[in-house]
């Protein structure tokens, strides 16, 4: 599968942050079944390799399943083990390194032009910038300019009437969390968060 080419069509990264493995599959089930299908369970959620690992069972390989704020080594092996499709990092991390050593797709974290050129030098399949929102669109659209090779996914801040800015300014896809997500991840209703997905995809015609 081509992962750049999956983002580029699908366009929504979604952020998954839970307070247990259940919880996050349950949202990673209500946005597959909202037609969000390319999803990033955080290992800042209790369980989070569980999780990937009951999610991965759980749909088929079109349902893009990563594993999100990987920073060891140790933690890249562990979602590698659970079946994450990707890896994503907040920076160039250790993790970011293992995961190019096990062949896993990585979607690496940086914000300067510098960070994102050693990024790509580290074989990162694409560059989270992050945090996006600090500088907003216009940032992304300078930074991509003299890098127009560089395949950027804007994270942090996201929401429904920013991210259609961010892929007009050059992003091939957004990731989004709390915006998507609000308190589904805490026990709160899956059907707003099901409501939630519905209008990110409106909103950008998908």
């Not at 369980?47 to 999610?55: D, K, L, P, Y």
């Not at 995961?99 to 690496?108: I, K, M, Y």
Request: net charge negative; glycine share 10%; hydrophobic share 50%.
């Amino acid at each position: 599968m081509d992962l750049l080419a999956e983002l580029r069509r699908r366009k929504i990264l979604a952020i998954i942050r839970a307070d247990s493995p259940e919880r996050a599959v349950a949202c990673v089930n209500t946005l597959v079944e909202a037609g969000i299908t390319a999803l990033e369970i955080s290992l800042t959620t209790p369980g989070a390799a569980e999780a990937i690992a009951q999610a991965r069972s759980d749909h088929d390989p079109t349902i893009l399943i990563g594993a999100g704020t990987v920073l060891t080594p140790a933690q890249a092996d562990e979602v590698a083990a659970a079946g994450a499709t990707f890896v994503v990092t907040p920076a160039i991390t250790q993790g970011a390194h293992r995961a190019v050593t096990l062949g896993l797709p990585l979607l690496c974290g940086a914000l300067t032009p510098t960070e994102v050129v050693a990024a790509l030098d580290l074989g990162a399949t694409a560059i989270k910038i992050f945090p996006a929102k600090v500088h907003g669109p216009s940032y992304l659209r300078e930074l991509a300019a003299p890098l127009p090779h560089a395949p950027l996914i804007a994270v942090g801040g996201v929401d429904a009437e920013s991210a259609s800015q961010y892929l007009a300014a050059g992003a091939l896809a957004v990731g989004v969390g709390s915006p998507l997500l609000g308190n589904a991840g805490a026990g709160g209703p899956l059907s707003d968060l099901a409501t939630r997905a519905h209008t990110f995809r409106t909103t950008l015609n998908l």
